[in-house]
């Protein structure tokens, strides 16, 4: 149990954290959860929460832990208890705050996706925020997560079971029935097996009856499970522009000599922007053409950060994480392969010969070995290869700067 999580006891009790911010703001993020993996141990998590720490925004995750792996915030055969107390959740964060249903955002992707969109049409949030989601429900469950089939439509030799299976499936479609209130955002990727199936049908039935959304479908998002890699830049461009007016477009990085950041934004001129990168704990700021030298090699992690006037940091946009030589050194090519139960690992480098290396071994997420530095930026060991391993290996330059680099080795059959 999270330190800060709590009970809301209603008709069904509900797990939420909720992280008020320490500035003046009329805004509600609602985080709703997808499913965790089969194999997960954990089946009921918090989504983005890491995503979204840098955001200065009142936020409520809520957790949907009702059934082995939830019922989509709804509730057991559909009996709507945790949607009912969810939505009292929701309100009385809401006077609390003293905003209104307007100033609420809903986000979530995959089921959190779904969630976050029959929240938000139902019940006329401001914003909905939703990738990869499904909206044929019951379809869903059936054929992918059966352990929540019984659960959600009850007992197939009864007669409820058509009856719930026909109204989950339908659930979603029928929130458009009403007047439409909340400006939507979508993203999703033609690669999603659920394209077809749950995506294109919803999006063509809001384009006949003539309702606005914002779609964007992405090309590098290859398979359903990814969306927890893109949803987070996607949404958090999304919100700069909600909660702060603030577009950014045509993000370029450059990293060679120097990091330089190219970056067209769109505002009302109410915030600063700046450029900062930071490694090992040290940030530093780009000059006002979006360039930083370098001072020492690592992995440097860049971001645009947007401050106030009063130099209140509102949010933190992250880039991208790059390694620069800073001058010393550059990493040409790692290669990590077994092979006839032999480990090899070689990292190749500029000015190679200038630089120590030093590695640790671990096999099964447990540490085999560690090998101090050395001059060789070669590894090889005989190993086991009905387990699995990784290799850290740290360079180490002349001025004592370290940089730390993580692989696993691929077995070659």
Known sequence: MFENEKIYFNNSNIKYIFEETDINCDKLIVIFSGYATNTSTIQHKYNYMNSLQHIKCHKLFILDDNGKTGSYYIGEKLNFNVETSIISLILDVTTYLGISVEDIISLGSSKGGTAALYYGLKYKFGSII????????????????????????????????????????????????????????????????????????????????????????????????????????????????????????????????????????????????????????????????????????GHYSTYIVIMDYDNTEMYRYFIKSNFNGAGYYDILETTAKIENDELSYEVKTTHQHELTYAFYIYENDEMLEFVPYQMSNLLQRKVNSKNTYTVKCYIKSKDGSKVVLNDSPTYLR
């Open 130 to 297: 939703a990738g990869a989601f499904q909206t044929k429900i019951s379809d869903l469950i059936t054929e992918r997560r059966p352990e929540s089939e019984e659960f959600l439509l009850g007992d197939k030799r009864h007669s409820e079971y058509n009856e719930n299976y026909k109204r989950l499936n339908n659930i979603i479609f029928d929130q458009l029935n009403s007047s439409i209130k909340s400006n939507m955002y979508f993203l999703t990727s033609e690669n999603d097996w659920q394209y077809k199936t749950h995506i294109l049908p919803f999006i063509q039935y809001l384009n006949e009856i003539d309702i606005e959304y914002y779609l964007e479908k992405s090309e590098e998002m290859k398979n359903h499970s990814q969306i927890s890699t893109y949803f987070p830049n996607f949404f958090n461009q999304i919100l700069l522009k909600i909660l702060y007016g603030i577009k950014i477009e045509n993000i370029n990085i450059v990293n060679q000599s120097s990091i330089v950041v190219n970056a067209d934004y769109k505002f009302d001129g109410l915030y600063k922007i700046n450029v900062v990168s930071k490694v090992d704990g040290q940030e530093y700021l780009h000059d006002k053409n979006g360039s930083l030298l370098p001072h020492r090699p």
